[in-house]
């Protein structure tokens, strides 16, 4: 783990190209750096297509970027990705439970994955089922759970282990309020307990509520960063989201 002194996330010119028959080279990520902190949470804020996903999965070494490279709790994605692998949760929309299982033979075999001990994982398993009130319904299948109830499993999932890295992708998209204040009061807790979380948004409010430092991304490209209150000065009528109009008019013209 990096020092006190040091960031947790240390994002250098990172870069994602693609090459589409149809557009030819897609910039995805191009050249983004950014820092985040232990007991902070960091958001990507732009508009869907902005780059945040990838920027996210690049630093959860599920993409390898085309240029650049980062530390993510003290170890280079490039050079020691199963390192950083052991270290962090990531959630994203994307990733899909086994529908055959039920919820608690789903954590038991994540919690066997990360080589959690019997009775440390019975532990962790009853005070995280406790935590988003999933014991209710963790004898029935993955496959017959709503938006909401997968959603809670896979951030069971996410931190089972306990990382000290929680990257987040759009954590509370498509969720009934009640499922996404759980969600947002989980992550607050997280920072207060010394976690680097970091997180992708395209919802004001949300980076408002839970975000210390947001940057703000567009075609992939890292356009600012910087807190939510000096964010809000940079536009005269000190809204969040005026500012962020403003930002990307500034960048399409």
Known sequence: MPSANEPTIDCRELSKHFHDRKRGLVRAVDGISFQARAGEV??????????????????????RPSGGDARVAGFSINERPAAVRANIGFLTMSTGLYGRLTVREMIEYFGRLHGLERERLAR???????RFDIASFAGRRCDKLSSGMKQKVSIVRCVLHDP????????????????????????????????????????????EKLC???G??????????DGIAALRGSSPSGRLEDAFVKLVEERAS
């Open 42 to 63: 960091f958001g990507l804020l732009g508009i869907n297509g902005a780059g945040k996903t990838t920027t996210l999965r690049l630093l959860a070494t599920l993409l």
């Open 124 to 130: 962790r398993t009853e005070e995280l089922f406790e």
């Open 164 to 207: 000290a890295v929680m990257i987040l992708d759009e954590p509370t998209a498509s969720l009934d309020v009640l499922a996404a204040r759980n969600i947002v009061e989980f992550i607050a807790d997280s920072r207060s307990r010394g976690k680097c979380v970091l997180l992708s948004t395209h919802s004001m409010a949300e980076a």
């Open 212 to 214: 210390d430092r947001v």
């Open 216 to 225: 703000v991304i567009h075609r992939g490209r890292l356009l600012a960063c």
